[in-house]
């Protein structure tokens, strides 16, 4: 399997879920800072998928599987004694399924127009960083009470949630008025698999 990644944006969420998995994954890197988004063989990303952004996983078999969401539940599946997502066939794969979308709709697409694209100007990153702040406010009350997203253990949406929540970091979003959210950081962070996955990024020494 080879993932399409671009260091720490919302691709390393699936190489988190990989190496946690013990899944081994063929990386290929991918300038998405450059126009067109180039591999470092020179090819178009575009040439892999029309889409035009990371993630992409490309089976063994030729398939390629783009979205995050989709490709984290393909990951967690290959492997389910690593017990990454619930079961199937349980309520608790819907919650799973609940903060996906809450991760990749609510978070991941509020965070980017303001993080990569300065186009959109300082009023849509005012609004971004306002309607940030609520959601914010959702994920405290949650992991008040609970040190994980779903089920009480780590799964994909904690890699999910850790990716994009780690944006904060790097701009200097002060966490503080969310006094559960910087110790889930850490929490996830100190992992050896999202160590590993994070070293292997350039992200960490
Ligand atoms: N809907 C896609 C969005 C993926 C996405 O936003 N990827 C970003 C990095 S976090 C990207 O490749 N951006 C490059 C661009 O927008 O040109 C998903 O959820 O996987």
């Not at 697409?109 to 309607?131: I, M, N």
């Not at 959601?135 to 949650?142: C, D, G, K």
Request: hydrophobic share 45%; glycine share 8%; charged share 25%.
């Amino acid at each position: 399997m080879k993932l399409y990644y671009a260091p720490g944006v919302c691709s390393m969420a699936a190489h988190i879920v990989a190496v946690e998995a013990g899944i081994p994954l063929h990386l290929a890197k991918v300038d998405i800072g450059s126009e067109p988004h180039r591999l470092e063989d020179g090819r178009d990303l575009k040439a892999v998928s029309a889409k035009g952004v990371v993630p992409v996983l490309e089976l063994d078999n030729g398939e390629v599987l783009t979205e995050g969401v989709a490709i984290l539940l393909y990951l967690a599946d290959q492997k389910p004694e690593a017990m990454l997502a619930p079961a199937k066939d349980s309520f608790e794969r819907y919650r799973l399924q609940e903060w996906l979308t809450f991760i990749s709709s609510e978070l991941h697409k509020t965070f980017s127009p303001w993080l990569f694209h300065p186009e959109y100007g300082v009023q849509a990153a005012d609004v971004a960083r306002e309607r940030l702040r609520e959601r914010f406010q959702v994920l405290e009350a949650h992991l008040a009470k609970q040190d994980y997203l779903v089920g009480g253990r780590f799964s994909v949406a904690d890699a999910y949630c850790f990716t994009i929540m780690n944006w904060s970091r790097g701009r200097g979003i002060d966490l503080s008025p969310w006094p559960h959210l910087a110790p889930y950081l850490s929490r996830i962070g100190e992992r050896p698999g999202v160590h590993a996955a994070l070293v292997a990024e350039g992200l960490r020494k």
